[in-house]
């Protein structure tokens, strides 16, 4: 093996010698064409082993970045739970894209006004929307008209967990559990209501007084937070409400929850029965969220997108923030996460259905 100049290396020719091969640059003039097209294939070799021993450098340049600052869409107010998780994820993204990520609230139409935000917006990664089972499950059986269309014209990007939906009322209902809830509603038909937020609040009081065998009265708002302050008010009665927005007044005794809406307890409330267990046998909602963007995103562009967002979601210190606020956080792949979209549109679509729900 001989050295040349700049210090690369190459083996010595058949017959040569060390001495040989370092002779002057006159002496072994006469083999400058041979000693050129070496030169071109030790280059060559460089580069080629330069590119098999980087290839992490080289995954990393390709990796999409945003190139401005990037705008999440929330379908609820400030102060949901579907703004609180939000806010969780922008930070972490903004963390690891080094770019702004704006949080922006388009409350309304049980989240509609937010997803035909992001429909319409261009599909360059800039527009995104923290989604959940509201405009992307029980939407296409909720609303008579429908200006988006939950499949086509989204590219789901990654599922980040589930909801801990409770049944709660206000510290001045006089009842302690869901038995008393449904004998006070039963001496006064049509005179216990509910109030809904979403979605979720909507199907889930519905499915409580079928499956309870009552009669009450529905209160819609255009989001949890207002919701939220009649019934502590004692305007109404109670409400299905996520954890993530009520557990502040859970804990400060302004809301009374009386059962979970998922079959199984949650690991954040191991002591309240689920309504199931409660008597309202065979009760079970499962409320979700996850990222999406516009349809028409280029393909490694979400992948880029899911492979982030999965990396900054499986930390340890973002996992206790979310347990914090009662959200159990969980991740999967886009192409996951868009067939689920399509089974979660038929399982919300049956449960309005048996709940005997009309579009609105």
């Known amino acids: 093996m001989s050295i040349m100049p700049g210090g690369i290396s190459r083996p010595y020719r058949a017959g040569e010698t060390m001495d040989s091969a370092s002779t002057p640059r006159d002496a ?6 041979e000693d050129a097209m070496s030169t071109k294939r030790r280059a060559l ?10 290839p992490k450098t080289l995954l990393a340049q390709s990796e999409w970045r945003p190139s401005r600052p990037v705008q ?53 990664g800039h527009t995104l929307m923290m989604t959940t089972n509201t405009p992307h499950g029980a939407n296409p059986t909720l609303m008579r008209q429908l200006d988006y269309d939950p499949i086509s014209d989204f590219s789901p990007i990654m599922k980040t967990g589930n909801y801990i939906f409770v049944f709660a009322v206000g510290e001045t209902v006089p009842v302690t559990d869901l038995a008393g809830f449904l004998a006070m509603a039963l001496a ?24 309870g065998g009552v009669d009450l009265l529905h209160v819609p708002y255009r989001s949890t937070p207002p919701a939220m302050v009649d019934v502590i008010g004692g305007r109404v009665t109670g409400m299905v409400v996520d954890l993530s927005s009520a557990w502040a007044n859970i804990r400060a005794g302004k809301l009374r929850p009386l059962g979970q809406t998922t079959r199984a307890r949650s690991r954040l409330l191991p002591d309240l029965p689920s309504l199931h267990e409660a008597g309202l046998d ?6 979700w969220a996850g990222l999406i963007g516009p349809a028409r995103m280029p393909p490694e562009m979400v992948a880029s997108i899911n492979a982030v967002a999965r990396r900054v979601w499986d930390r340890p210190e973002t996992s206790a923030r979310l347990d914090a606020i009662g959200f159990e956080a969980g991740v999967s792949g886009a192409v996951e996460f868009g067939r689920f979209i399509q089974d979660e549109i038929t399982t919300w679509g049956q449960l309005a259905r048996a709940a005997g729900i009309e579009p609105e």
């Open 28 to 33: 072994r003039s006469k083999n400058a064409p």
């Open 188 to 211: 006064g038909p049509g005179q216990v209501s509910y109030a809904s937020g979403n979605g979720t609040g909507i199907l889930a009081g519905a499915t409580i007084a079928r499956l």
């Open 45 to 54: 070799l460089v580069a080629a082993a330069a590119t098999i021993a980087a």
């Open 282 to 287: 065979g009760f079970n909602i499962i409320s």
């Open 72 to 124: 999440l869409l929330v379908p609820f107010a400030a102060g949901s739970g579907t703004d609180a998780i939000s806010r969780i994820m922008a930070s972490a993204l903004e963390e690891a894209w080094g770019q702004r990520v704006v949080v922006d609230n388009r409350a309304g139409a049980n989240g509609a006004i937010a997803a035909v935000a992001t429909a319409r917006a261009a599909p360059d």
